[in-house]
């Protein structure tokens, strides 16, 4: 069996999780990573924006690729491409709810079609050399529960780890995750089990992988304003005092260095329009930040851009009220520029 590299992945996370944010949250103490989901169609067809999306393969065996598909030949050769493109962890993405990926097949729907979820797994496991794991939800509606079942075949078909996220497809990102479902999965299955849902916070992580079993807690919408929950809650597993959030100066440049990356990844134009998010998950929680956020949007110029940024953290100083760092729940897992899946 092989070995987790982290008790705190990070989560899969569609328009957010590109090389930028995956070096900062690597700076931040998050160890295991994987890409924003990739469709295997257009990857199998050698898509050159697709390819974009595996560049560039930066953590080593630390970083999985997490493709969606539904047909087991473009799966395999989807997975042989990441491979080729230095790729030594492919998952495959079995809980996504958008409806353009269902549709299609891929996603959620698998949970409902274990025939073809079973053709799929098998046919990526004769690609991958590697780890090869697959990420699901508790099942496709309240009503048909089945992670215990899609987790077993996920065995049988040599998958190494299964990640669970504690809701069905049906809930959406609503109502809690139910880490009863995801404790039974961890008892039952010979290997490695993330859970994942609702964390909140570093204590919350390292409370969930000693109370539920898993080998393992998948962290998701918190850490896009508290990245730092990474470095926190493996302090905290060892024992030590966790560090919490860095002063505001801190945060900005670490900010800054992501809006630095992602310019010199996907250029100016790009990083402008995409800097604008993490800006906002980064200043909640401080004073002004509404304001702040308001103000940026109308920004058209990298430059004046990251100026206000730095401006706003050297002078920002926190609320008292404690931040809910859970956002955002809608749009998520499908990013436009994949095109349609096939
Ligand atoms: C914006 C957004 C994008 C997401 N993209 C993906 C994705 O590409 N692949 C995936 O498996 N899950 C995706 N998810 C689901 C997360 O990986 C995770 O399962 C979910 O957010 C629950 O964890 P959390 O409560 O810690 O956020 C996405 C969620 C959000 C909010």
Same mark, same amino acid.
């Given at each position: ?41 257009? !990857? ?17 065996? $630390? ?68 780890? !090869? ?69 570093? @204590? ?27 470095? $926190? ?19 900005? @440049? ?6 630095? @990356? ?45 100026? @206000? ?25 499908? $990013? ?7």
């Amino acid at each position: 069996m092989p070995g987790l590299l982290s008790a705190f992945p990070m989560a899969p996370m569609a328009g957010v999780t590109d090389a930028p944010f995956r070096w900062r949250l690597r700076r931040n103490g998050c160890r295991l990573l994987f890409t924003e989901m990739v469709s295997a169609a257009a !990857l199998a067809r050698g898509n050159r924006r697709t390819l974009e999306y595996l560049q560039p393969p930066d953590l080593g065996p $630390d970083l999985g690729v997490q493709l969606f598909g539904a047909e087991p030949e473009e799966l395999a050769l989807a997975a042989h491409a990441a491979q080729g493109a230095g790729f030594a962890h492919v998952d495959l993405n079995m809980g996504c709810p958008v409806r353009k990926v269902v549709r299609s097949g891929a996603g959620a729907a698998l949970l409902l079609d274990l025939g073809r979820a079973e053709r799929c797994l098998r046919a990526m496991r004769r690609e991958v050399s590697g780890l !090869l794991s697959v990420k699901i939800r508790t099942g496709w509606d309240a009503g048909s529960v089945n992670a215990l079942e899609v987790g077993r075949l996920a065995v049988d078909c040599g998958v190494d780890i299964v990640a669970v996220h504690g809701r069905t497809r049906a809930q959406g990102y609503g109502g809690r995750a139910d880490w009863d479902v995801i404790g039974e999965l961890a008892a039952a299955l010979p290997v490695p089990v993330l859970g994942n849902g609702d964390i909140a916070s570093a @204590d919350d992580a390292v409370q969930r992988l000693r109370g539920s079993g898993v080998a393992g807690v998948m962290i998701g919408r918190v850490a896009l304003s508290c990245p730092w929950i990474f470095r $926190d809650a493996e302090r905290l597993l060892r024992g030590e005092t966790p560090r919490g959030a860095p002063g505001p100066m801190e945060i900005g @440049d670490d900010l800054l260095r992501q809006i630095d @990356d992602l310019e010199s990844v996907k250029g100016a134009k790009v990083a402008l329009l995409e800097s604008r998010k993490f800006v906002a998950w980064a200043s909640r929680g401080f004073s002004g930040a509404t304001e702040f956020r308001r103000r940026v949007q109308e920004i058209r110029n990298l430059s004046q851009f990251r100026r @206000d940024v730095e401006g706003f953290f050297s002078e920002a100083y926190p609320r008292e009220v404690a931040v809910e760092a859970r956002e955002p729940t809608k749009g998520g897992e499908w $990013d436009e520029r994949q095109g349609e899946p096939a």
